[in-house]
Structures are given as C-alpha cells and as structure tokens.
C-alpha cells in the first residue's frame, strides 16, 4: 500500500517480521510462541466500543512475516451506530405505537361509527334501526351502549309511533262529532229557532273546527318533519291573494303595503308559507283598533326575502315574545274581546316558516305595535 492509498484511507500498513528474541537470560515460553500475535487476527471480533480502530495482523511467508494494518474508518463495523440507534430508540417504537395506536382506534371508533350512522337514521325518521347484532361479539362498555340504544330506540320508537295513532285517531274522532254538530245546526235553522243562538253555536263549532285542524296540522309538522320545500313561487302573488281576503274580512282596518312586483322563491311551499302569511296577517289585524293601518313591508336582504307586519296593537311583554310561538299559549290581557283563537295559530306559522327553512320572529316597536318578521331563503 503506498502513501497516497494510505492517506486516502486514513490509514497506516506495514509489512514485519515475527522473530521475537529474549535477552538478559531470559526465554520464550512454548504458549507464548503458539499464541504472539502482532495485532488482531483477522478472525477476532471487532467491538464497537473500541476508541481506536484495532491493527489487524494477516501472517504471511509461512507465519514469518505479517502484514500489519489499522483497519479503515470504512471497514469497521458501526459506521451507521447513531442512526441505527436513533432507529431503535425512537423510530421503531413510534411506529410500533402508531401501530398499535391504530389498531385501538379502529377497535374503537369502527363501532361507535355504526352508532353514530344508526343514530343519524333513527333523527331522520328509522325508528327500526338497531346496533345490537353488530356489536354482539364484542364484550365491553361499547356494548351496553349499544344496547342502551336499542332500548331507548325501542321505546321511543314506541312512543312516537303511539303518538302517531293517537293522532290519526284524534282527526277521525273529532272531525266525526263536528260534522254532526254543523248538520244539526243545518237542521236547527230551518226550524225557526233564535238566530242569535244559532249563530252562537255555528260560531263556537267553526272555531272549534279550526283548532282542531290547525292543532292536528302542527302535530303533523311537529312528528313528521316533511319536506315542503319543493314548489317555485312567487311571493307577491301570493301575498297579493291573502291580502284580497284580508280586506273583505277586516274591511275596518288599512293596509299599508310596500312590496316589489316580484319575489321569486326556489324550493319552499306555496301552501305553507300562505298559511303561515294568513296567521300573521290575520293575528295583526284582529289586534289592530279599527281603522287602523297594519304595515306590510316586503324587502331583500343578502340571499333572502324579509316580510315585516307591523300593527298598532298593544304589543307584547319582552318576556312573553317567545312565548307565543308556542302552542296554546294566551295572554290574559283585555284583547281577547276581538281575537277569539287559540293560540295556535302562531305557532302553526312559526312551524310552517321553519319547515320551508325560513324564520319567525317578533319584537316590540319604538312607538307601540308589534312585528312580525318573517325571513324567506330565496332558494
């Protein structure tokens, strides 16, 4: 090996002779002789804890010479010890943790996601559905939460589907008699009895008629939750028609109107939101004083249409404006003399608006009054 190999390699490499010879009296034992040795056998073990490379000692001419070398950074083993203990230390437990960090997670999540599909379906109107079988193998806490489930699923289911008959029966049962009562009535005229009475009563059984449907229609929206929103309309229109009926029913009161000629609506409900127009219409007029106006103000805000009826009624309580959206709900205040419903007709509004994905609000107005606003998407 000449200087330049030697340099490049960062190396030293000598060719010697093995004679050893004692002085001063003294011998070579025979081990000794067997066992001398210049450097390392080339069969030795190389340990890594070793500060300086080893010389390594190849014996040549019949073990009468040796060939000398410290062994190259290159040749010795452990080059790579940082990386590979970085590797072993740090890599392969962490991935040995994501593995088994997955493995718990899918174990985990796998059934809790047919828990949350199952509930999703049950919120949508899947009263049968059921996570028991799927979960049947397993034999943990996931388990009876699943079992859980199909028991509150189950009853619930039961309730609801109760509720449901109670209904249908309900709208056959009291539609029945309130026929009768009308076709008694019919007959009672013709026998020439006291008007006044009989018109009493016609009165008492149309009101008694109207809750009936408009309650058996808010149950329906309240249980069902259908999708109204189907039909493209024109919402002037269809204020225009209400607002007809409005004027021959309370020809008494002004109406103060300010409406574009157009507003057209993308999947909502003619029939709802008509229905729910005519409460709110009908509620403020019958609280407006006669000869009063009731303010109809119909404008365009972002990507919806704003319907604002304002009276000049006696307004609301602040801790009663969401009160009266809820059904059956009366104020105990001297009004009733000219508005005789019961209180369901805001409700039923409030419902309907929400159903075609709009809203309903109320508040008080500065100078007495209150407003209705009703906010429509316009697709």
């Known amino acids: 090996m000449d200087k330049t190999d030697r340099r490049k390699e960062h190396t030293w490499a000598a060719v010697v002779t093995s004679q ?6 003294s011998y070579l034992s025979e081990a000794f002789q067997e066992s ?3 450097g390392r056998d080339i069969s030795w073990k190389i340990h890594l804890y070793f500060k300086e490379n080893p010389i390594m000692d190849l014996p040549i001419a019949n073990g009468r010479a040796h060939f000398l070398i410290t062994l190259p950074d290159r040749m010795r083993p452990g080059a790579y010890w940082f990386q590979t203990s970085l590797l072993l230390q740090i890599a392969l437990p962490l991935l040995l943790m994501t593995l088994i960090s997955v ?8 059934p809790l996601s047919q828990l949350e599909k199952a509930t999703r379906q049950f919120s949508d109107g899947n009263f049968s559905v059921r996570v028991g079988k799927s979960l049947a193998k397993r034999q943990d806490e996931i388990t009876a ?16 589907q109760t509720q ?3 209904i249908s029966d309900l709208s056959h049962e009291l539609r029945t008699p309130l026929a009768r009562v009308e076709l008694a009535l019919s007959w009672a005229e013709n026998q020439n009895l006291d008007p006044q009475l009989i018109e009493r009563i016609r009165y008492e059984c149309l009101q008694m008629r109207a809750m009936v ?24 229109d269809l204020i225009d028609s209400i607002l007809d009926d409005a004027r021959f029913e309370f020809p008494d009161r002004q109406l103060i109107i300010t409406m574009p000629e157009q507003a057209i609506i993308e999947n909502s409900s003619a029939r709802a939101v008509g229905h729910a127009f005519e409460n709110i219409l009908r509620n403020a007029l019958s609280h407006t004083p006669k000869q009063e106006p009731v303010k109809i103000n119909v404008k365009t805000v972002m990507q919806s249409y704003l319907v604002e009826v304002d009276d000049v ?3 609301v309580a602040e801790q009663y404006l969401s009160d009266i959206f809820k059904p059956f709900f009366r104020l105990a205040q001297a009004s009733r003399e000219n508005h005789r419903g019961f209180g369901v007709g805001l409700s039923l509004a409030k419902r309907h608006i929400e159903v075609c994905g709009g809203q309903l609000v109320a508040e008080n ?3 007495g009054g209150l407003r209705m606003t009703i906010t429509l998407p316009t697709r």
């Not at 493995?103 to 796998?110: D, G, K």
């Not at 449907?213 to 259908?226: C, Q, V, Y």
């Open 20 to 25: 050893v010879t004692p002085i001063g009296n």
């Open 36 to 38: 001398f040795g210049l």
């Open 103 to 110: 493995i718990i997670y899918r174990h985990v999540m796998s």
């Open 145 to 160: 939460l699943g079992e859980t489930f199909d028991g509150m699923a189950e009853r619930i289911g039961q309730l609801i």
């Open 164 to 166: 449901r008959h109670l």
């Open 213 to 236: 449907e408009d309650t058996l229609t808010l149950a329906w929206l309240d249980n069902e939750r259908p999708d109204l929103r189907q039909e493209t309309l024109d919402l002037i």
């Open 313 to 315: 009624g006696p307004g």
């Open 365 to 367: 107005l500065v100078n």
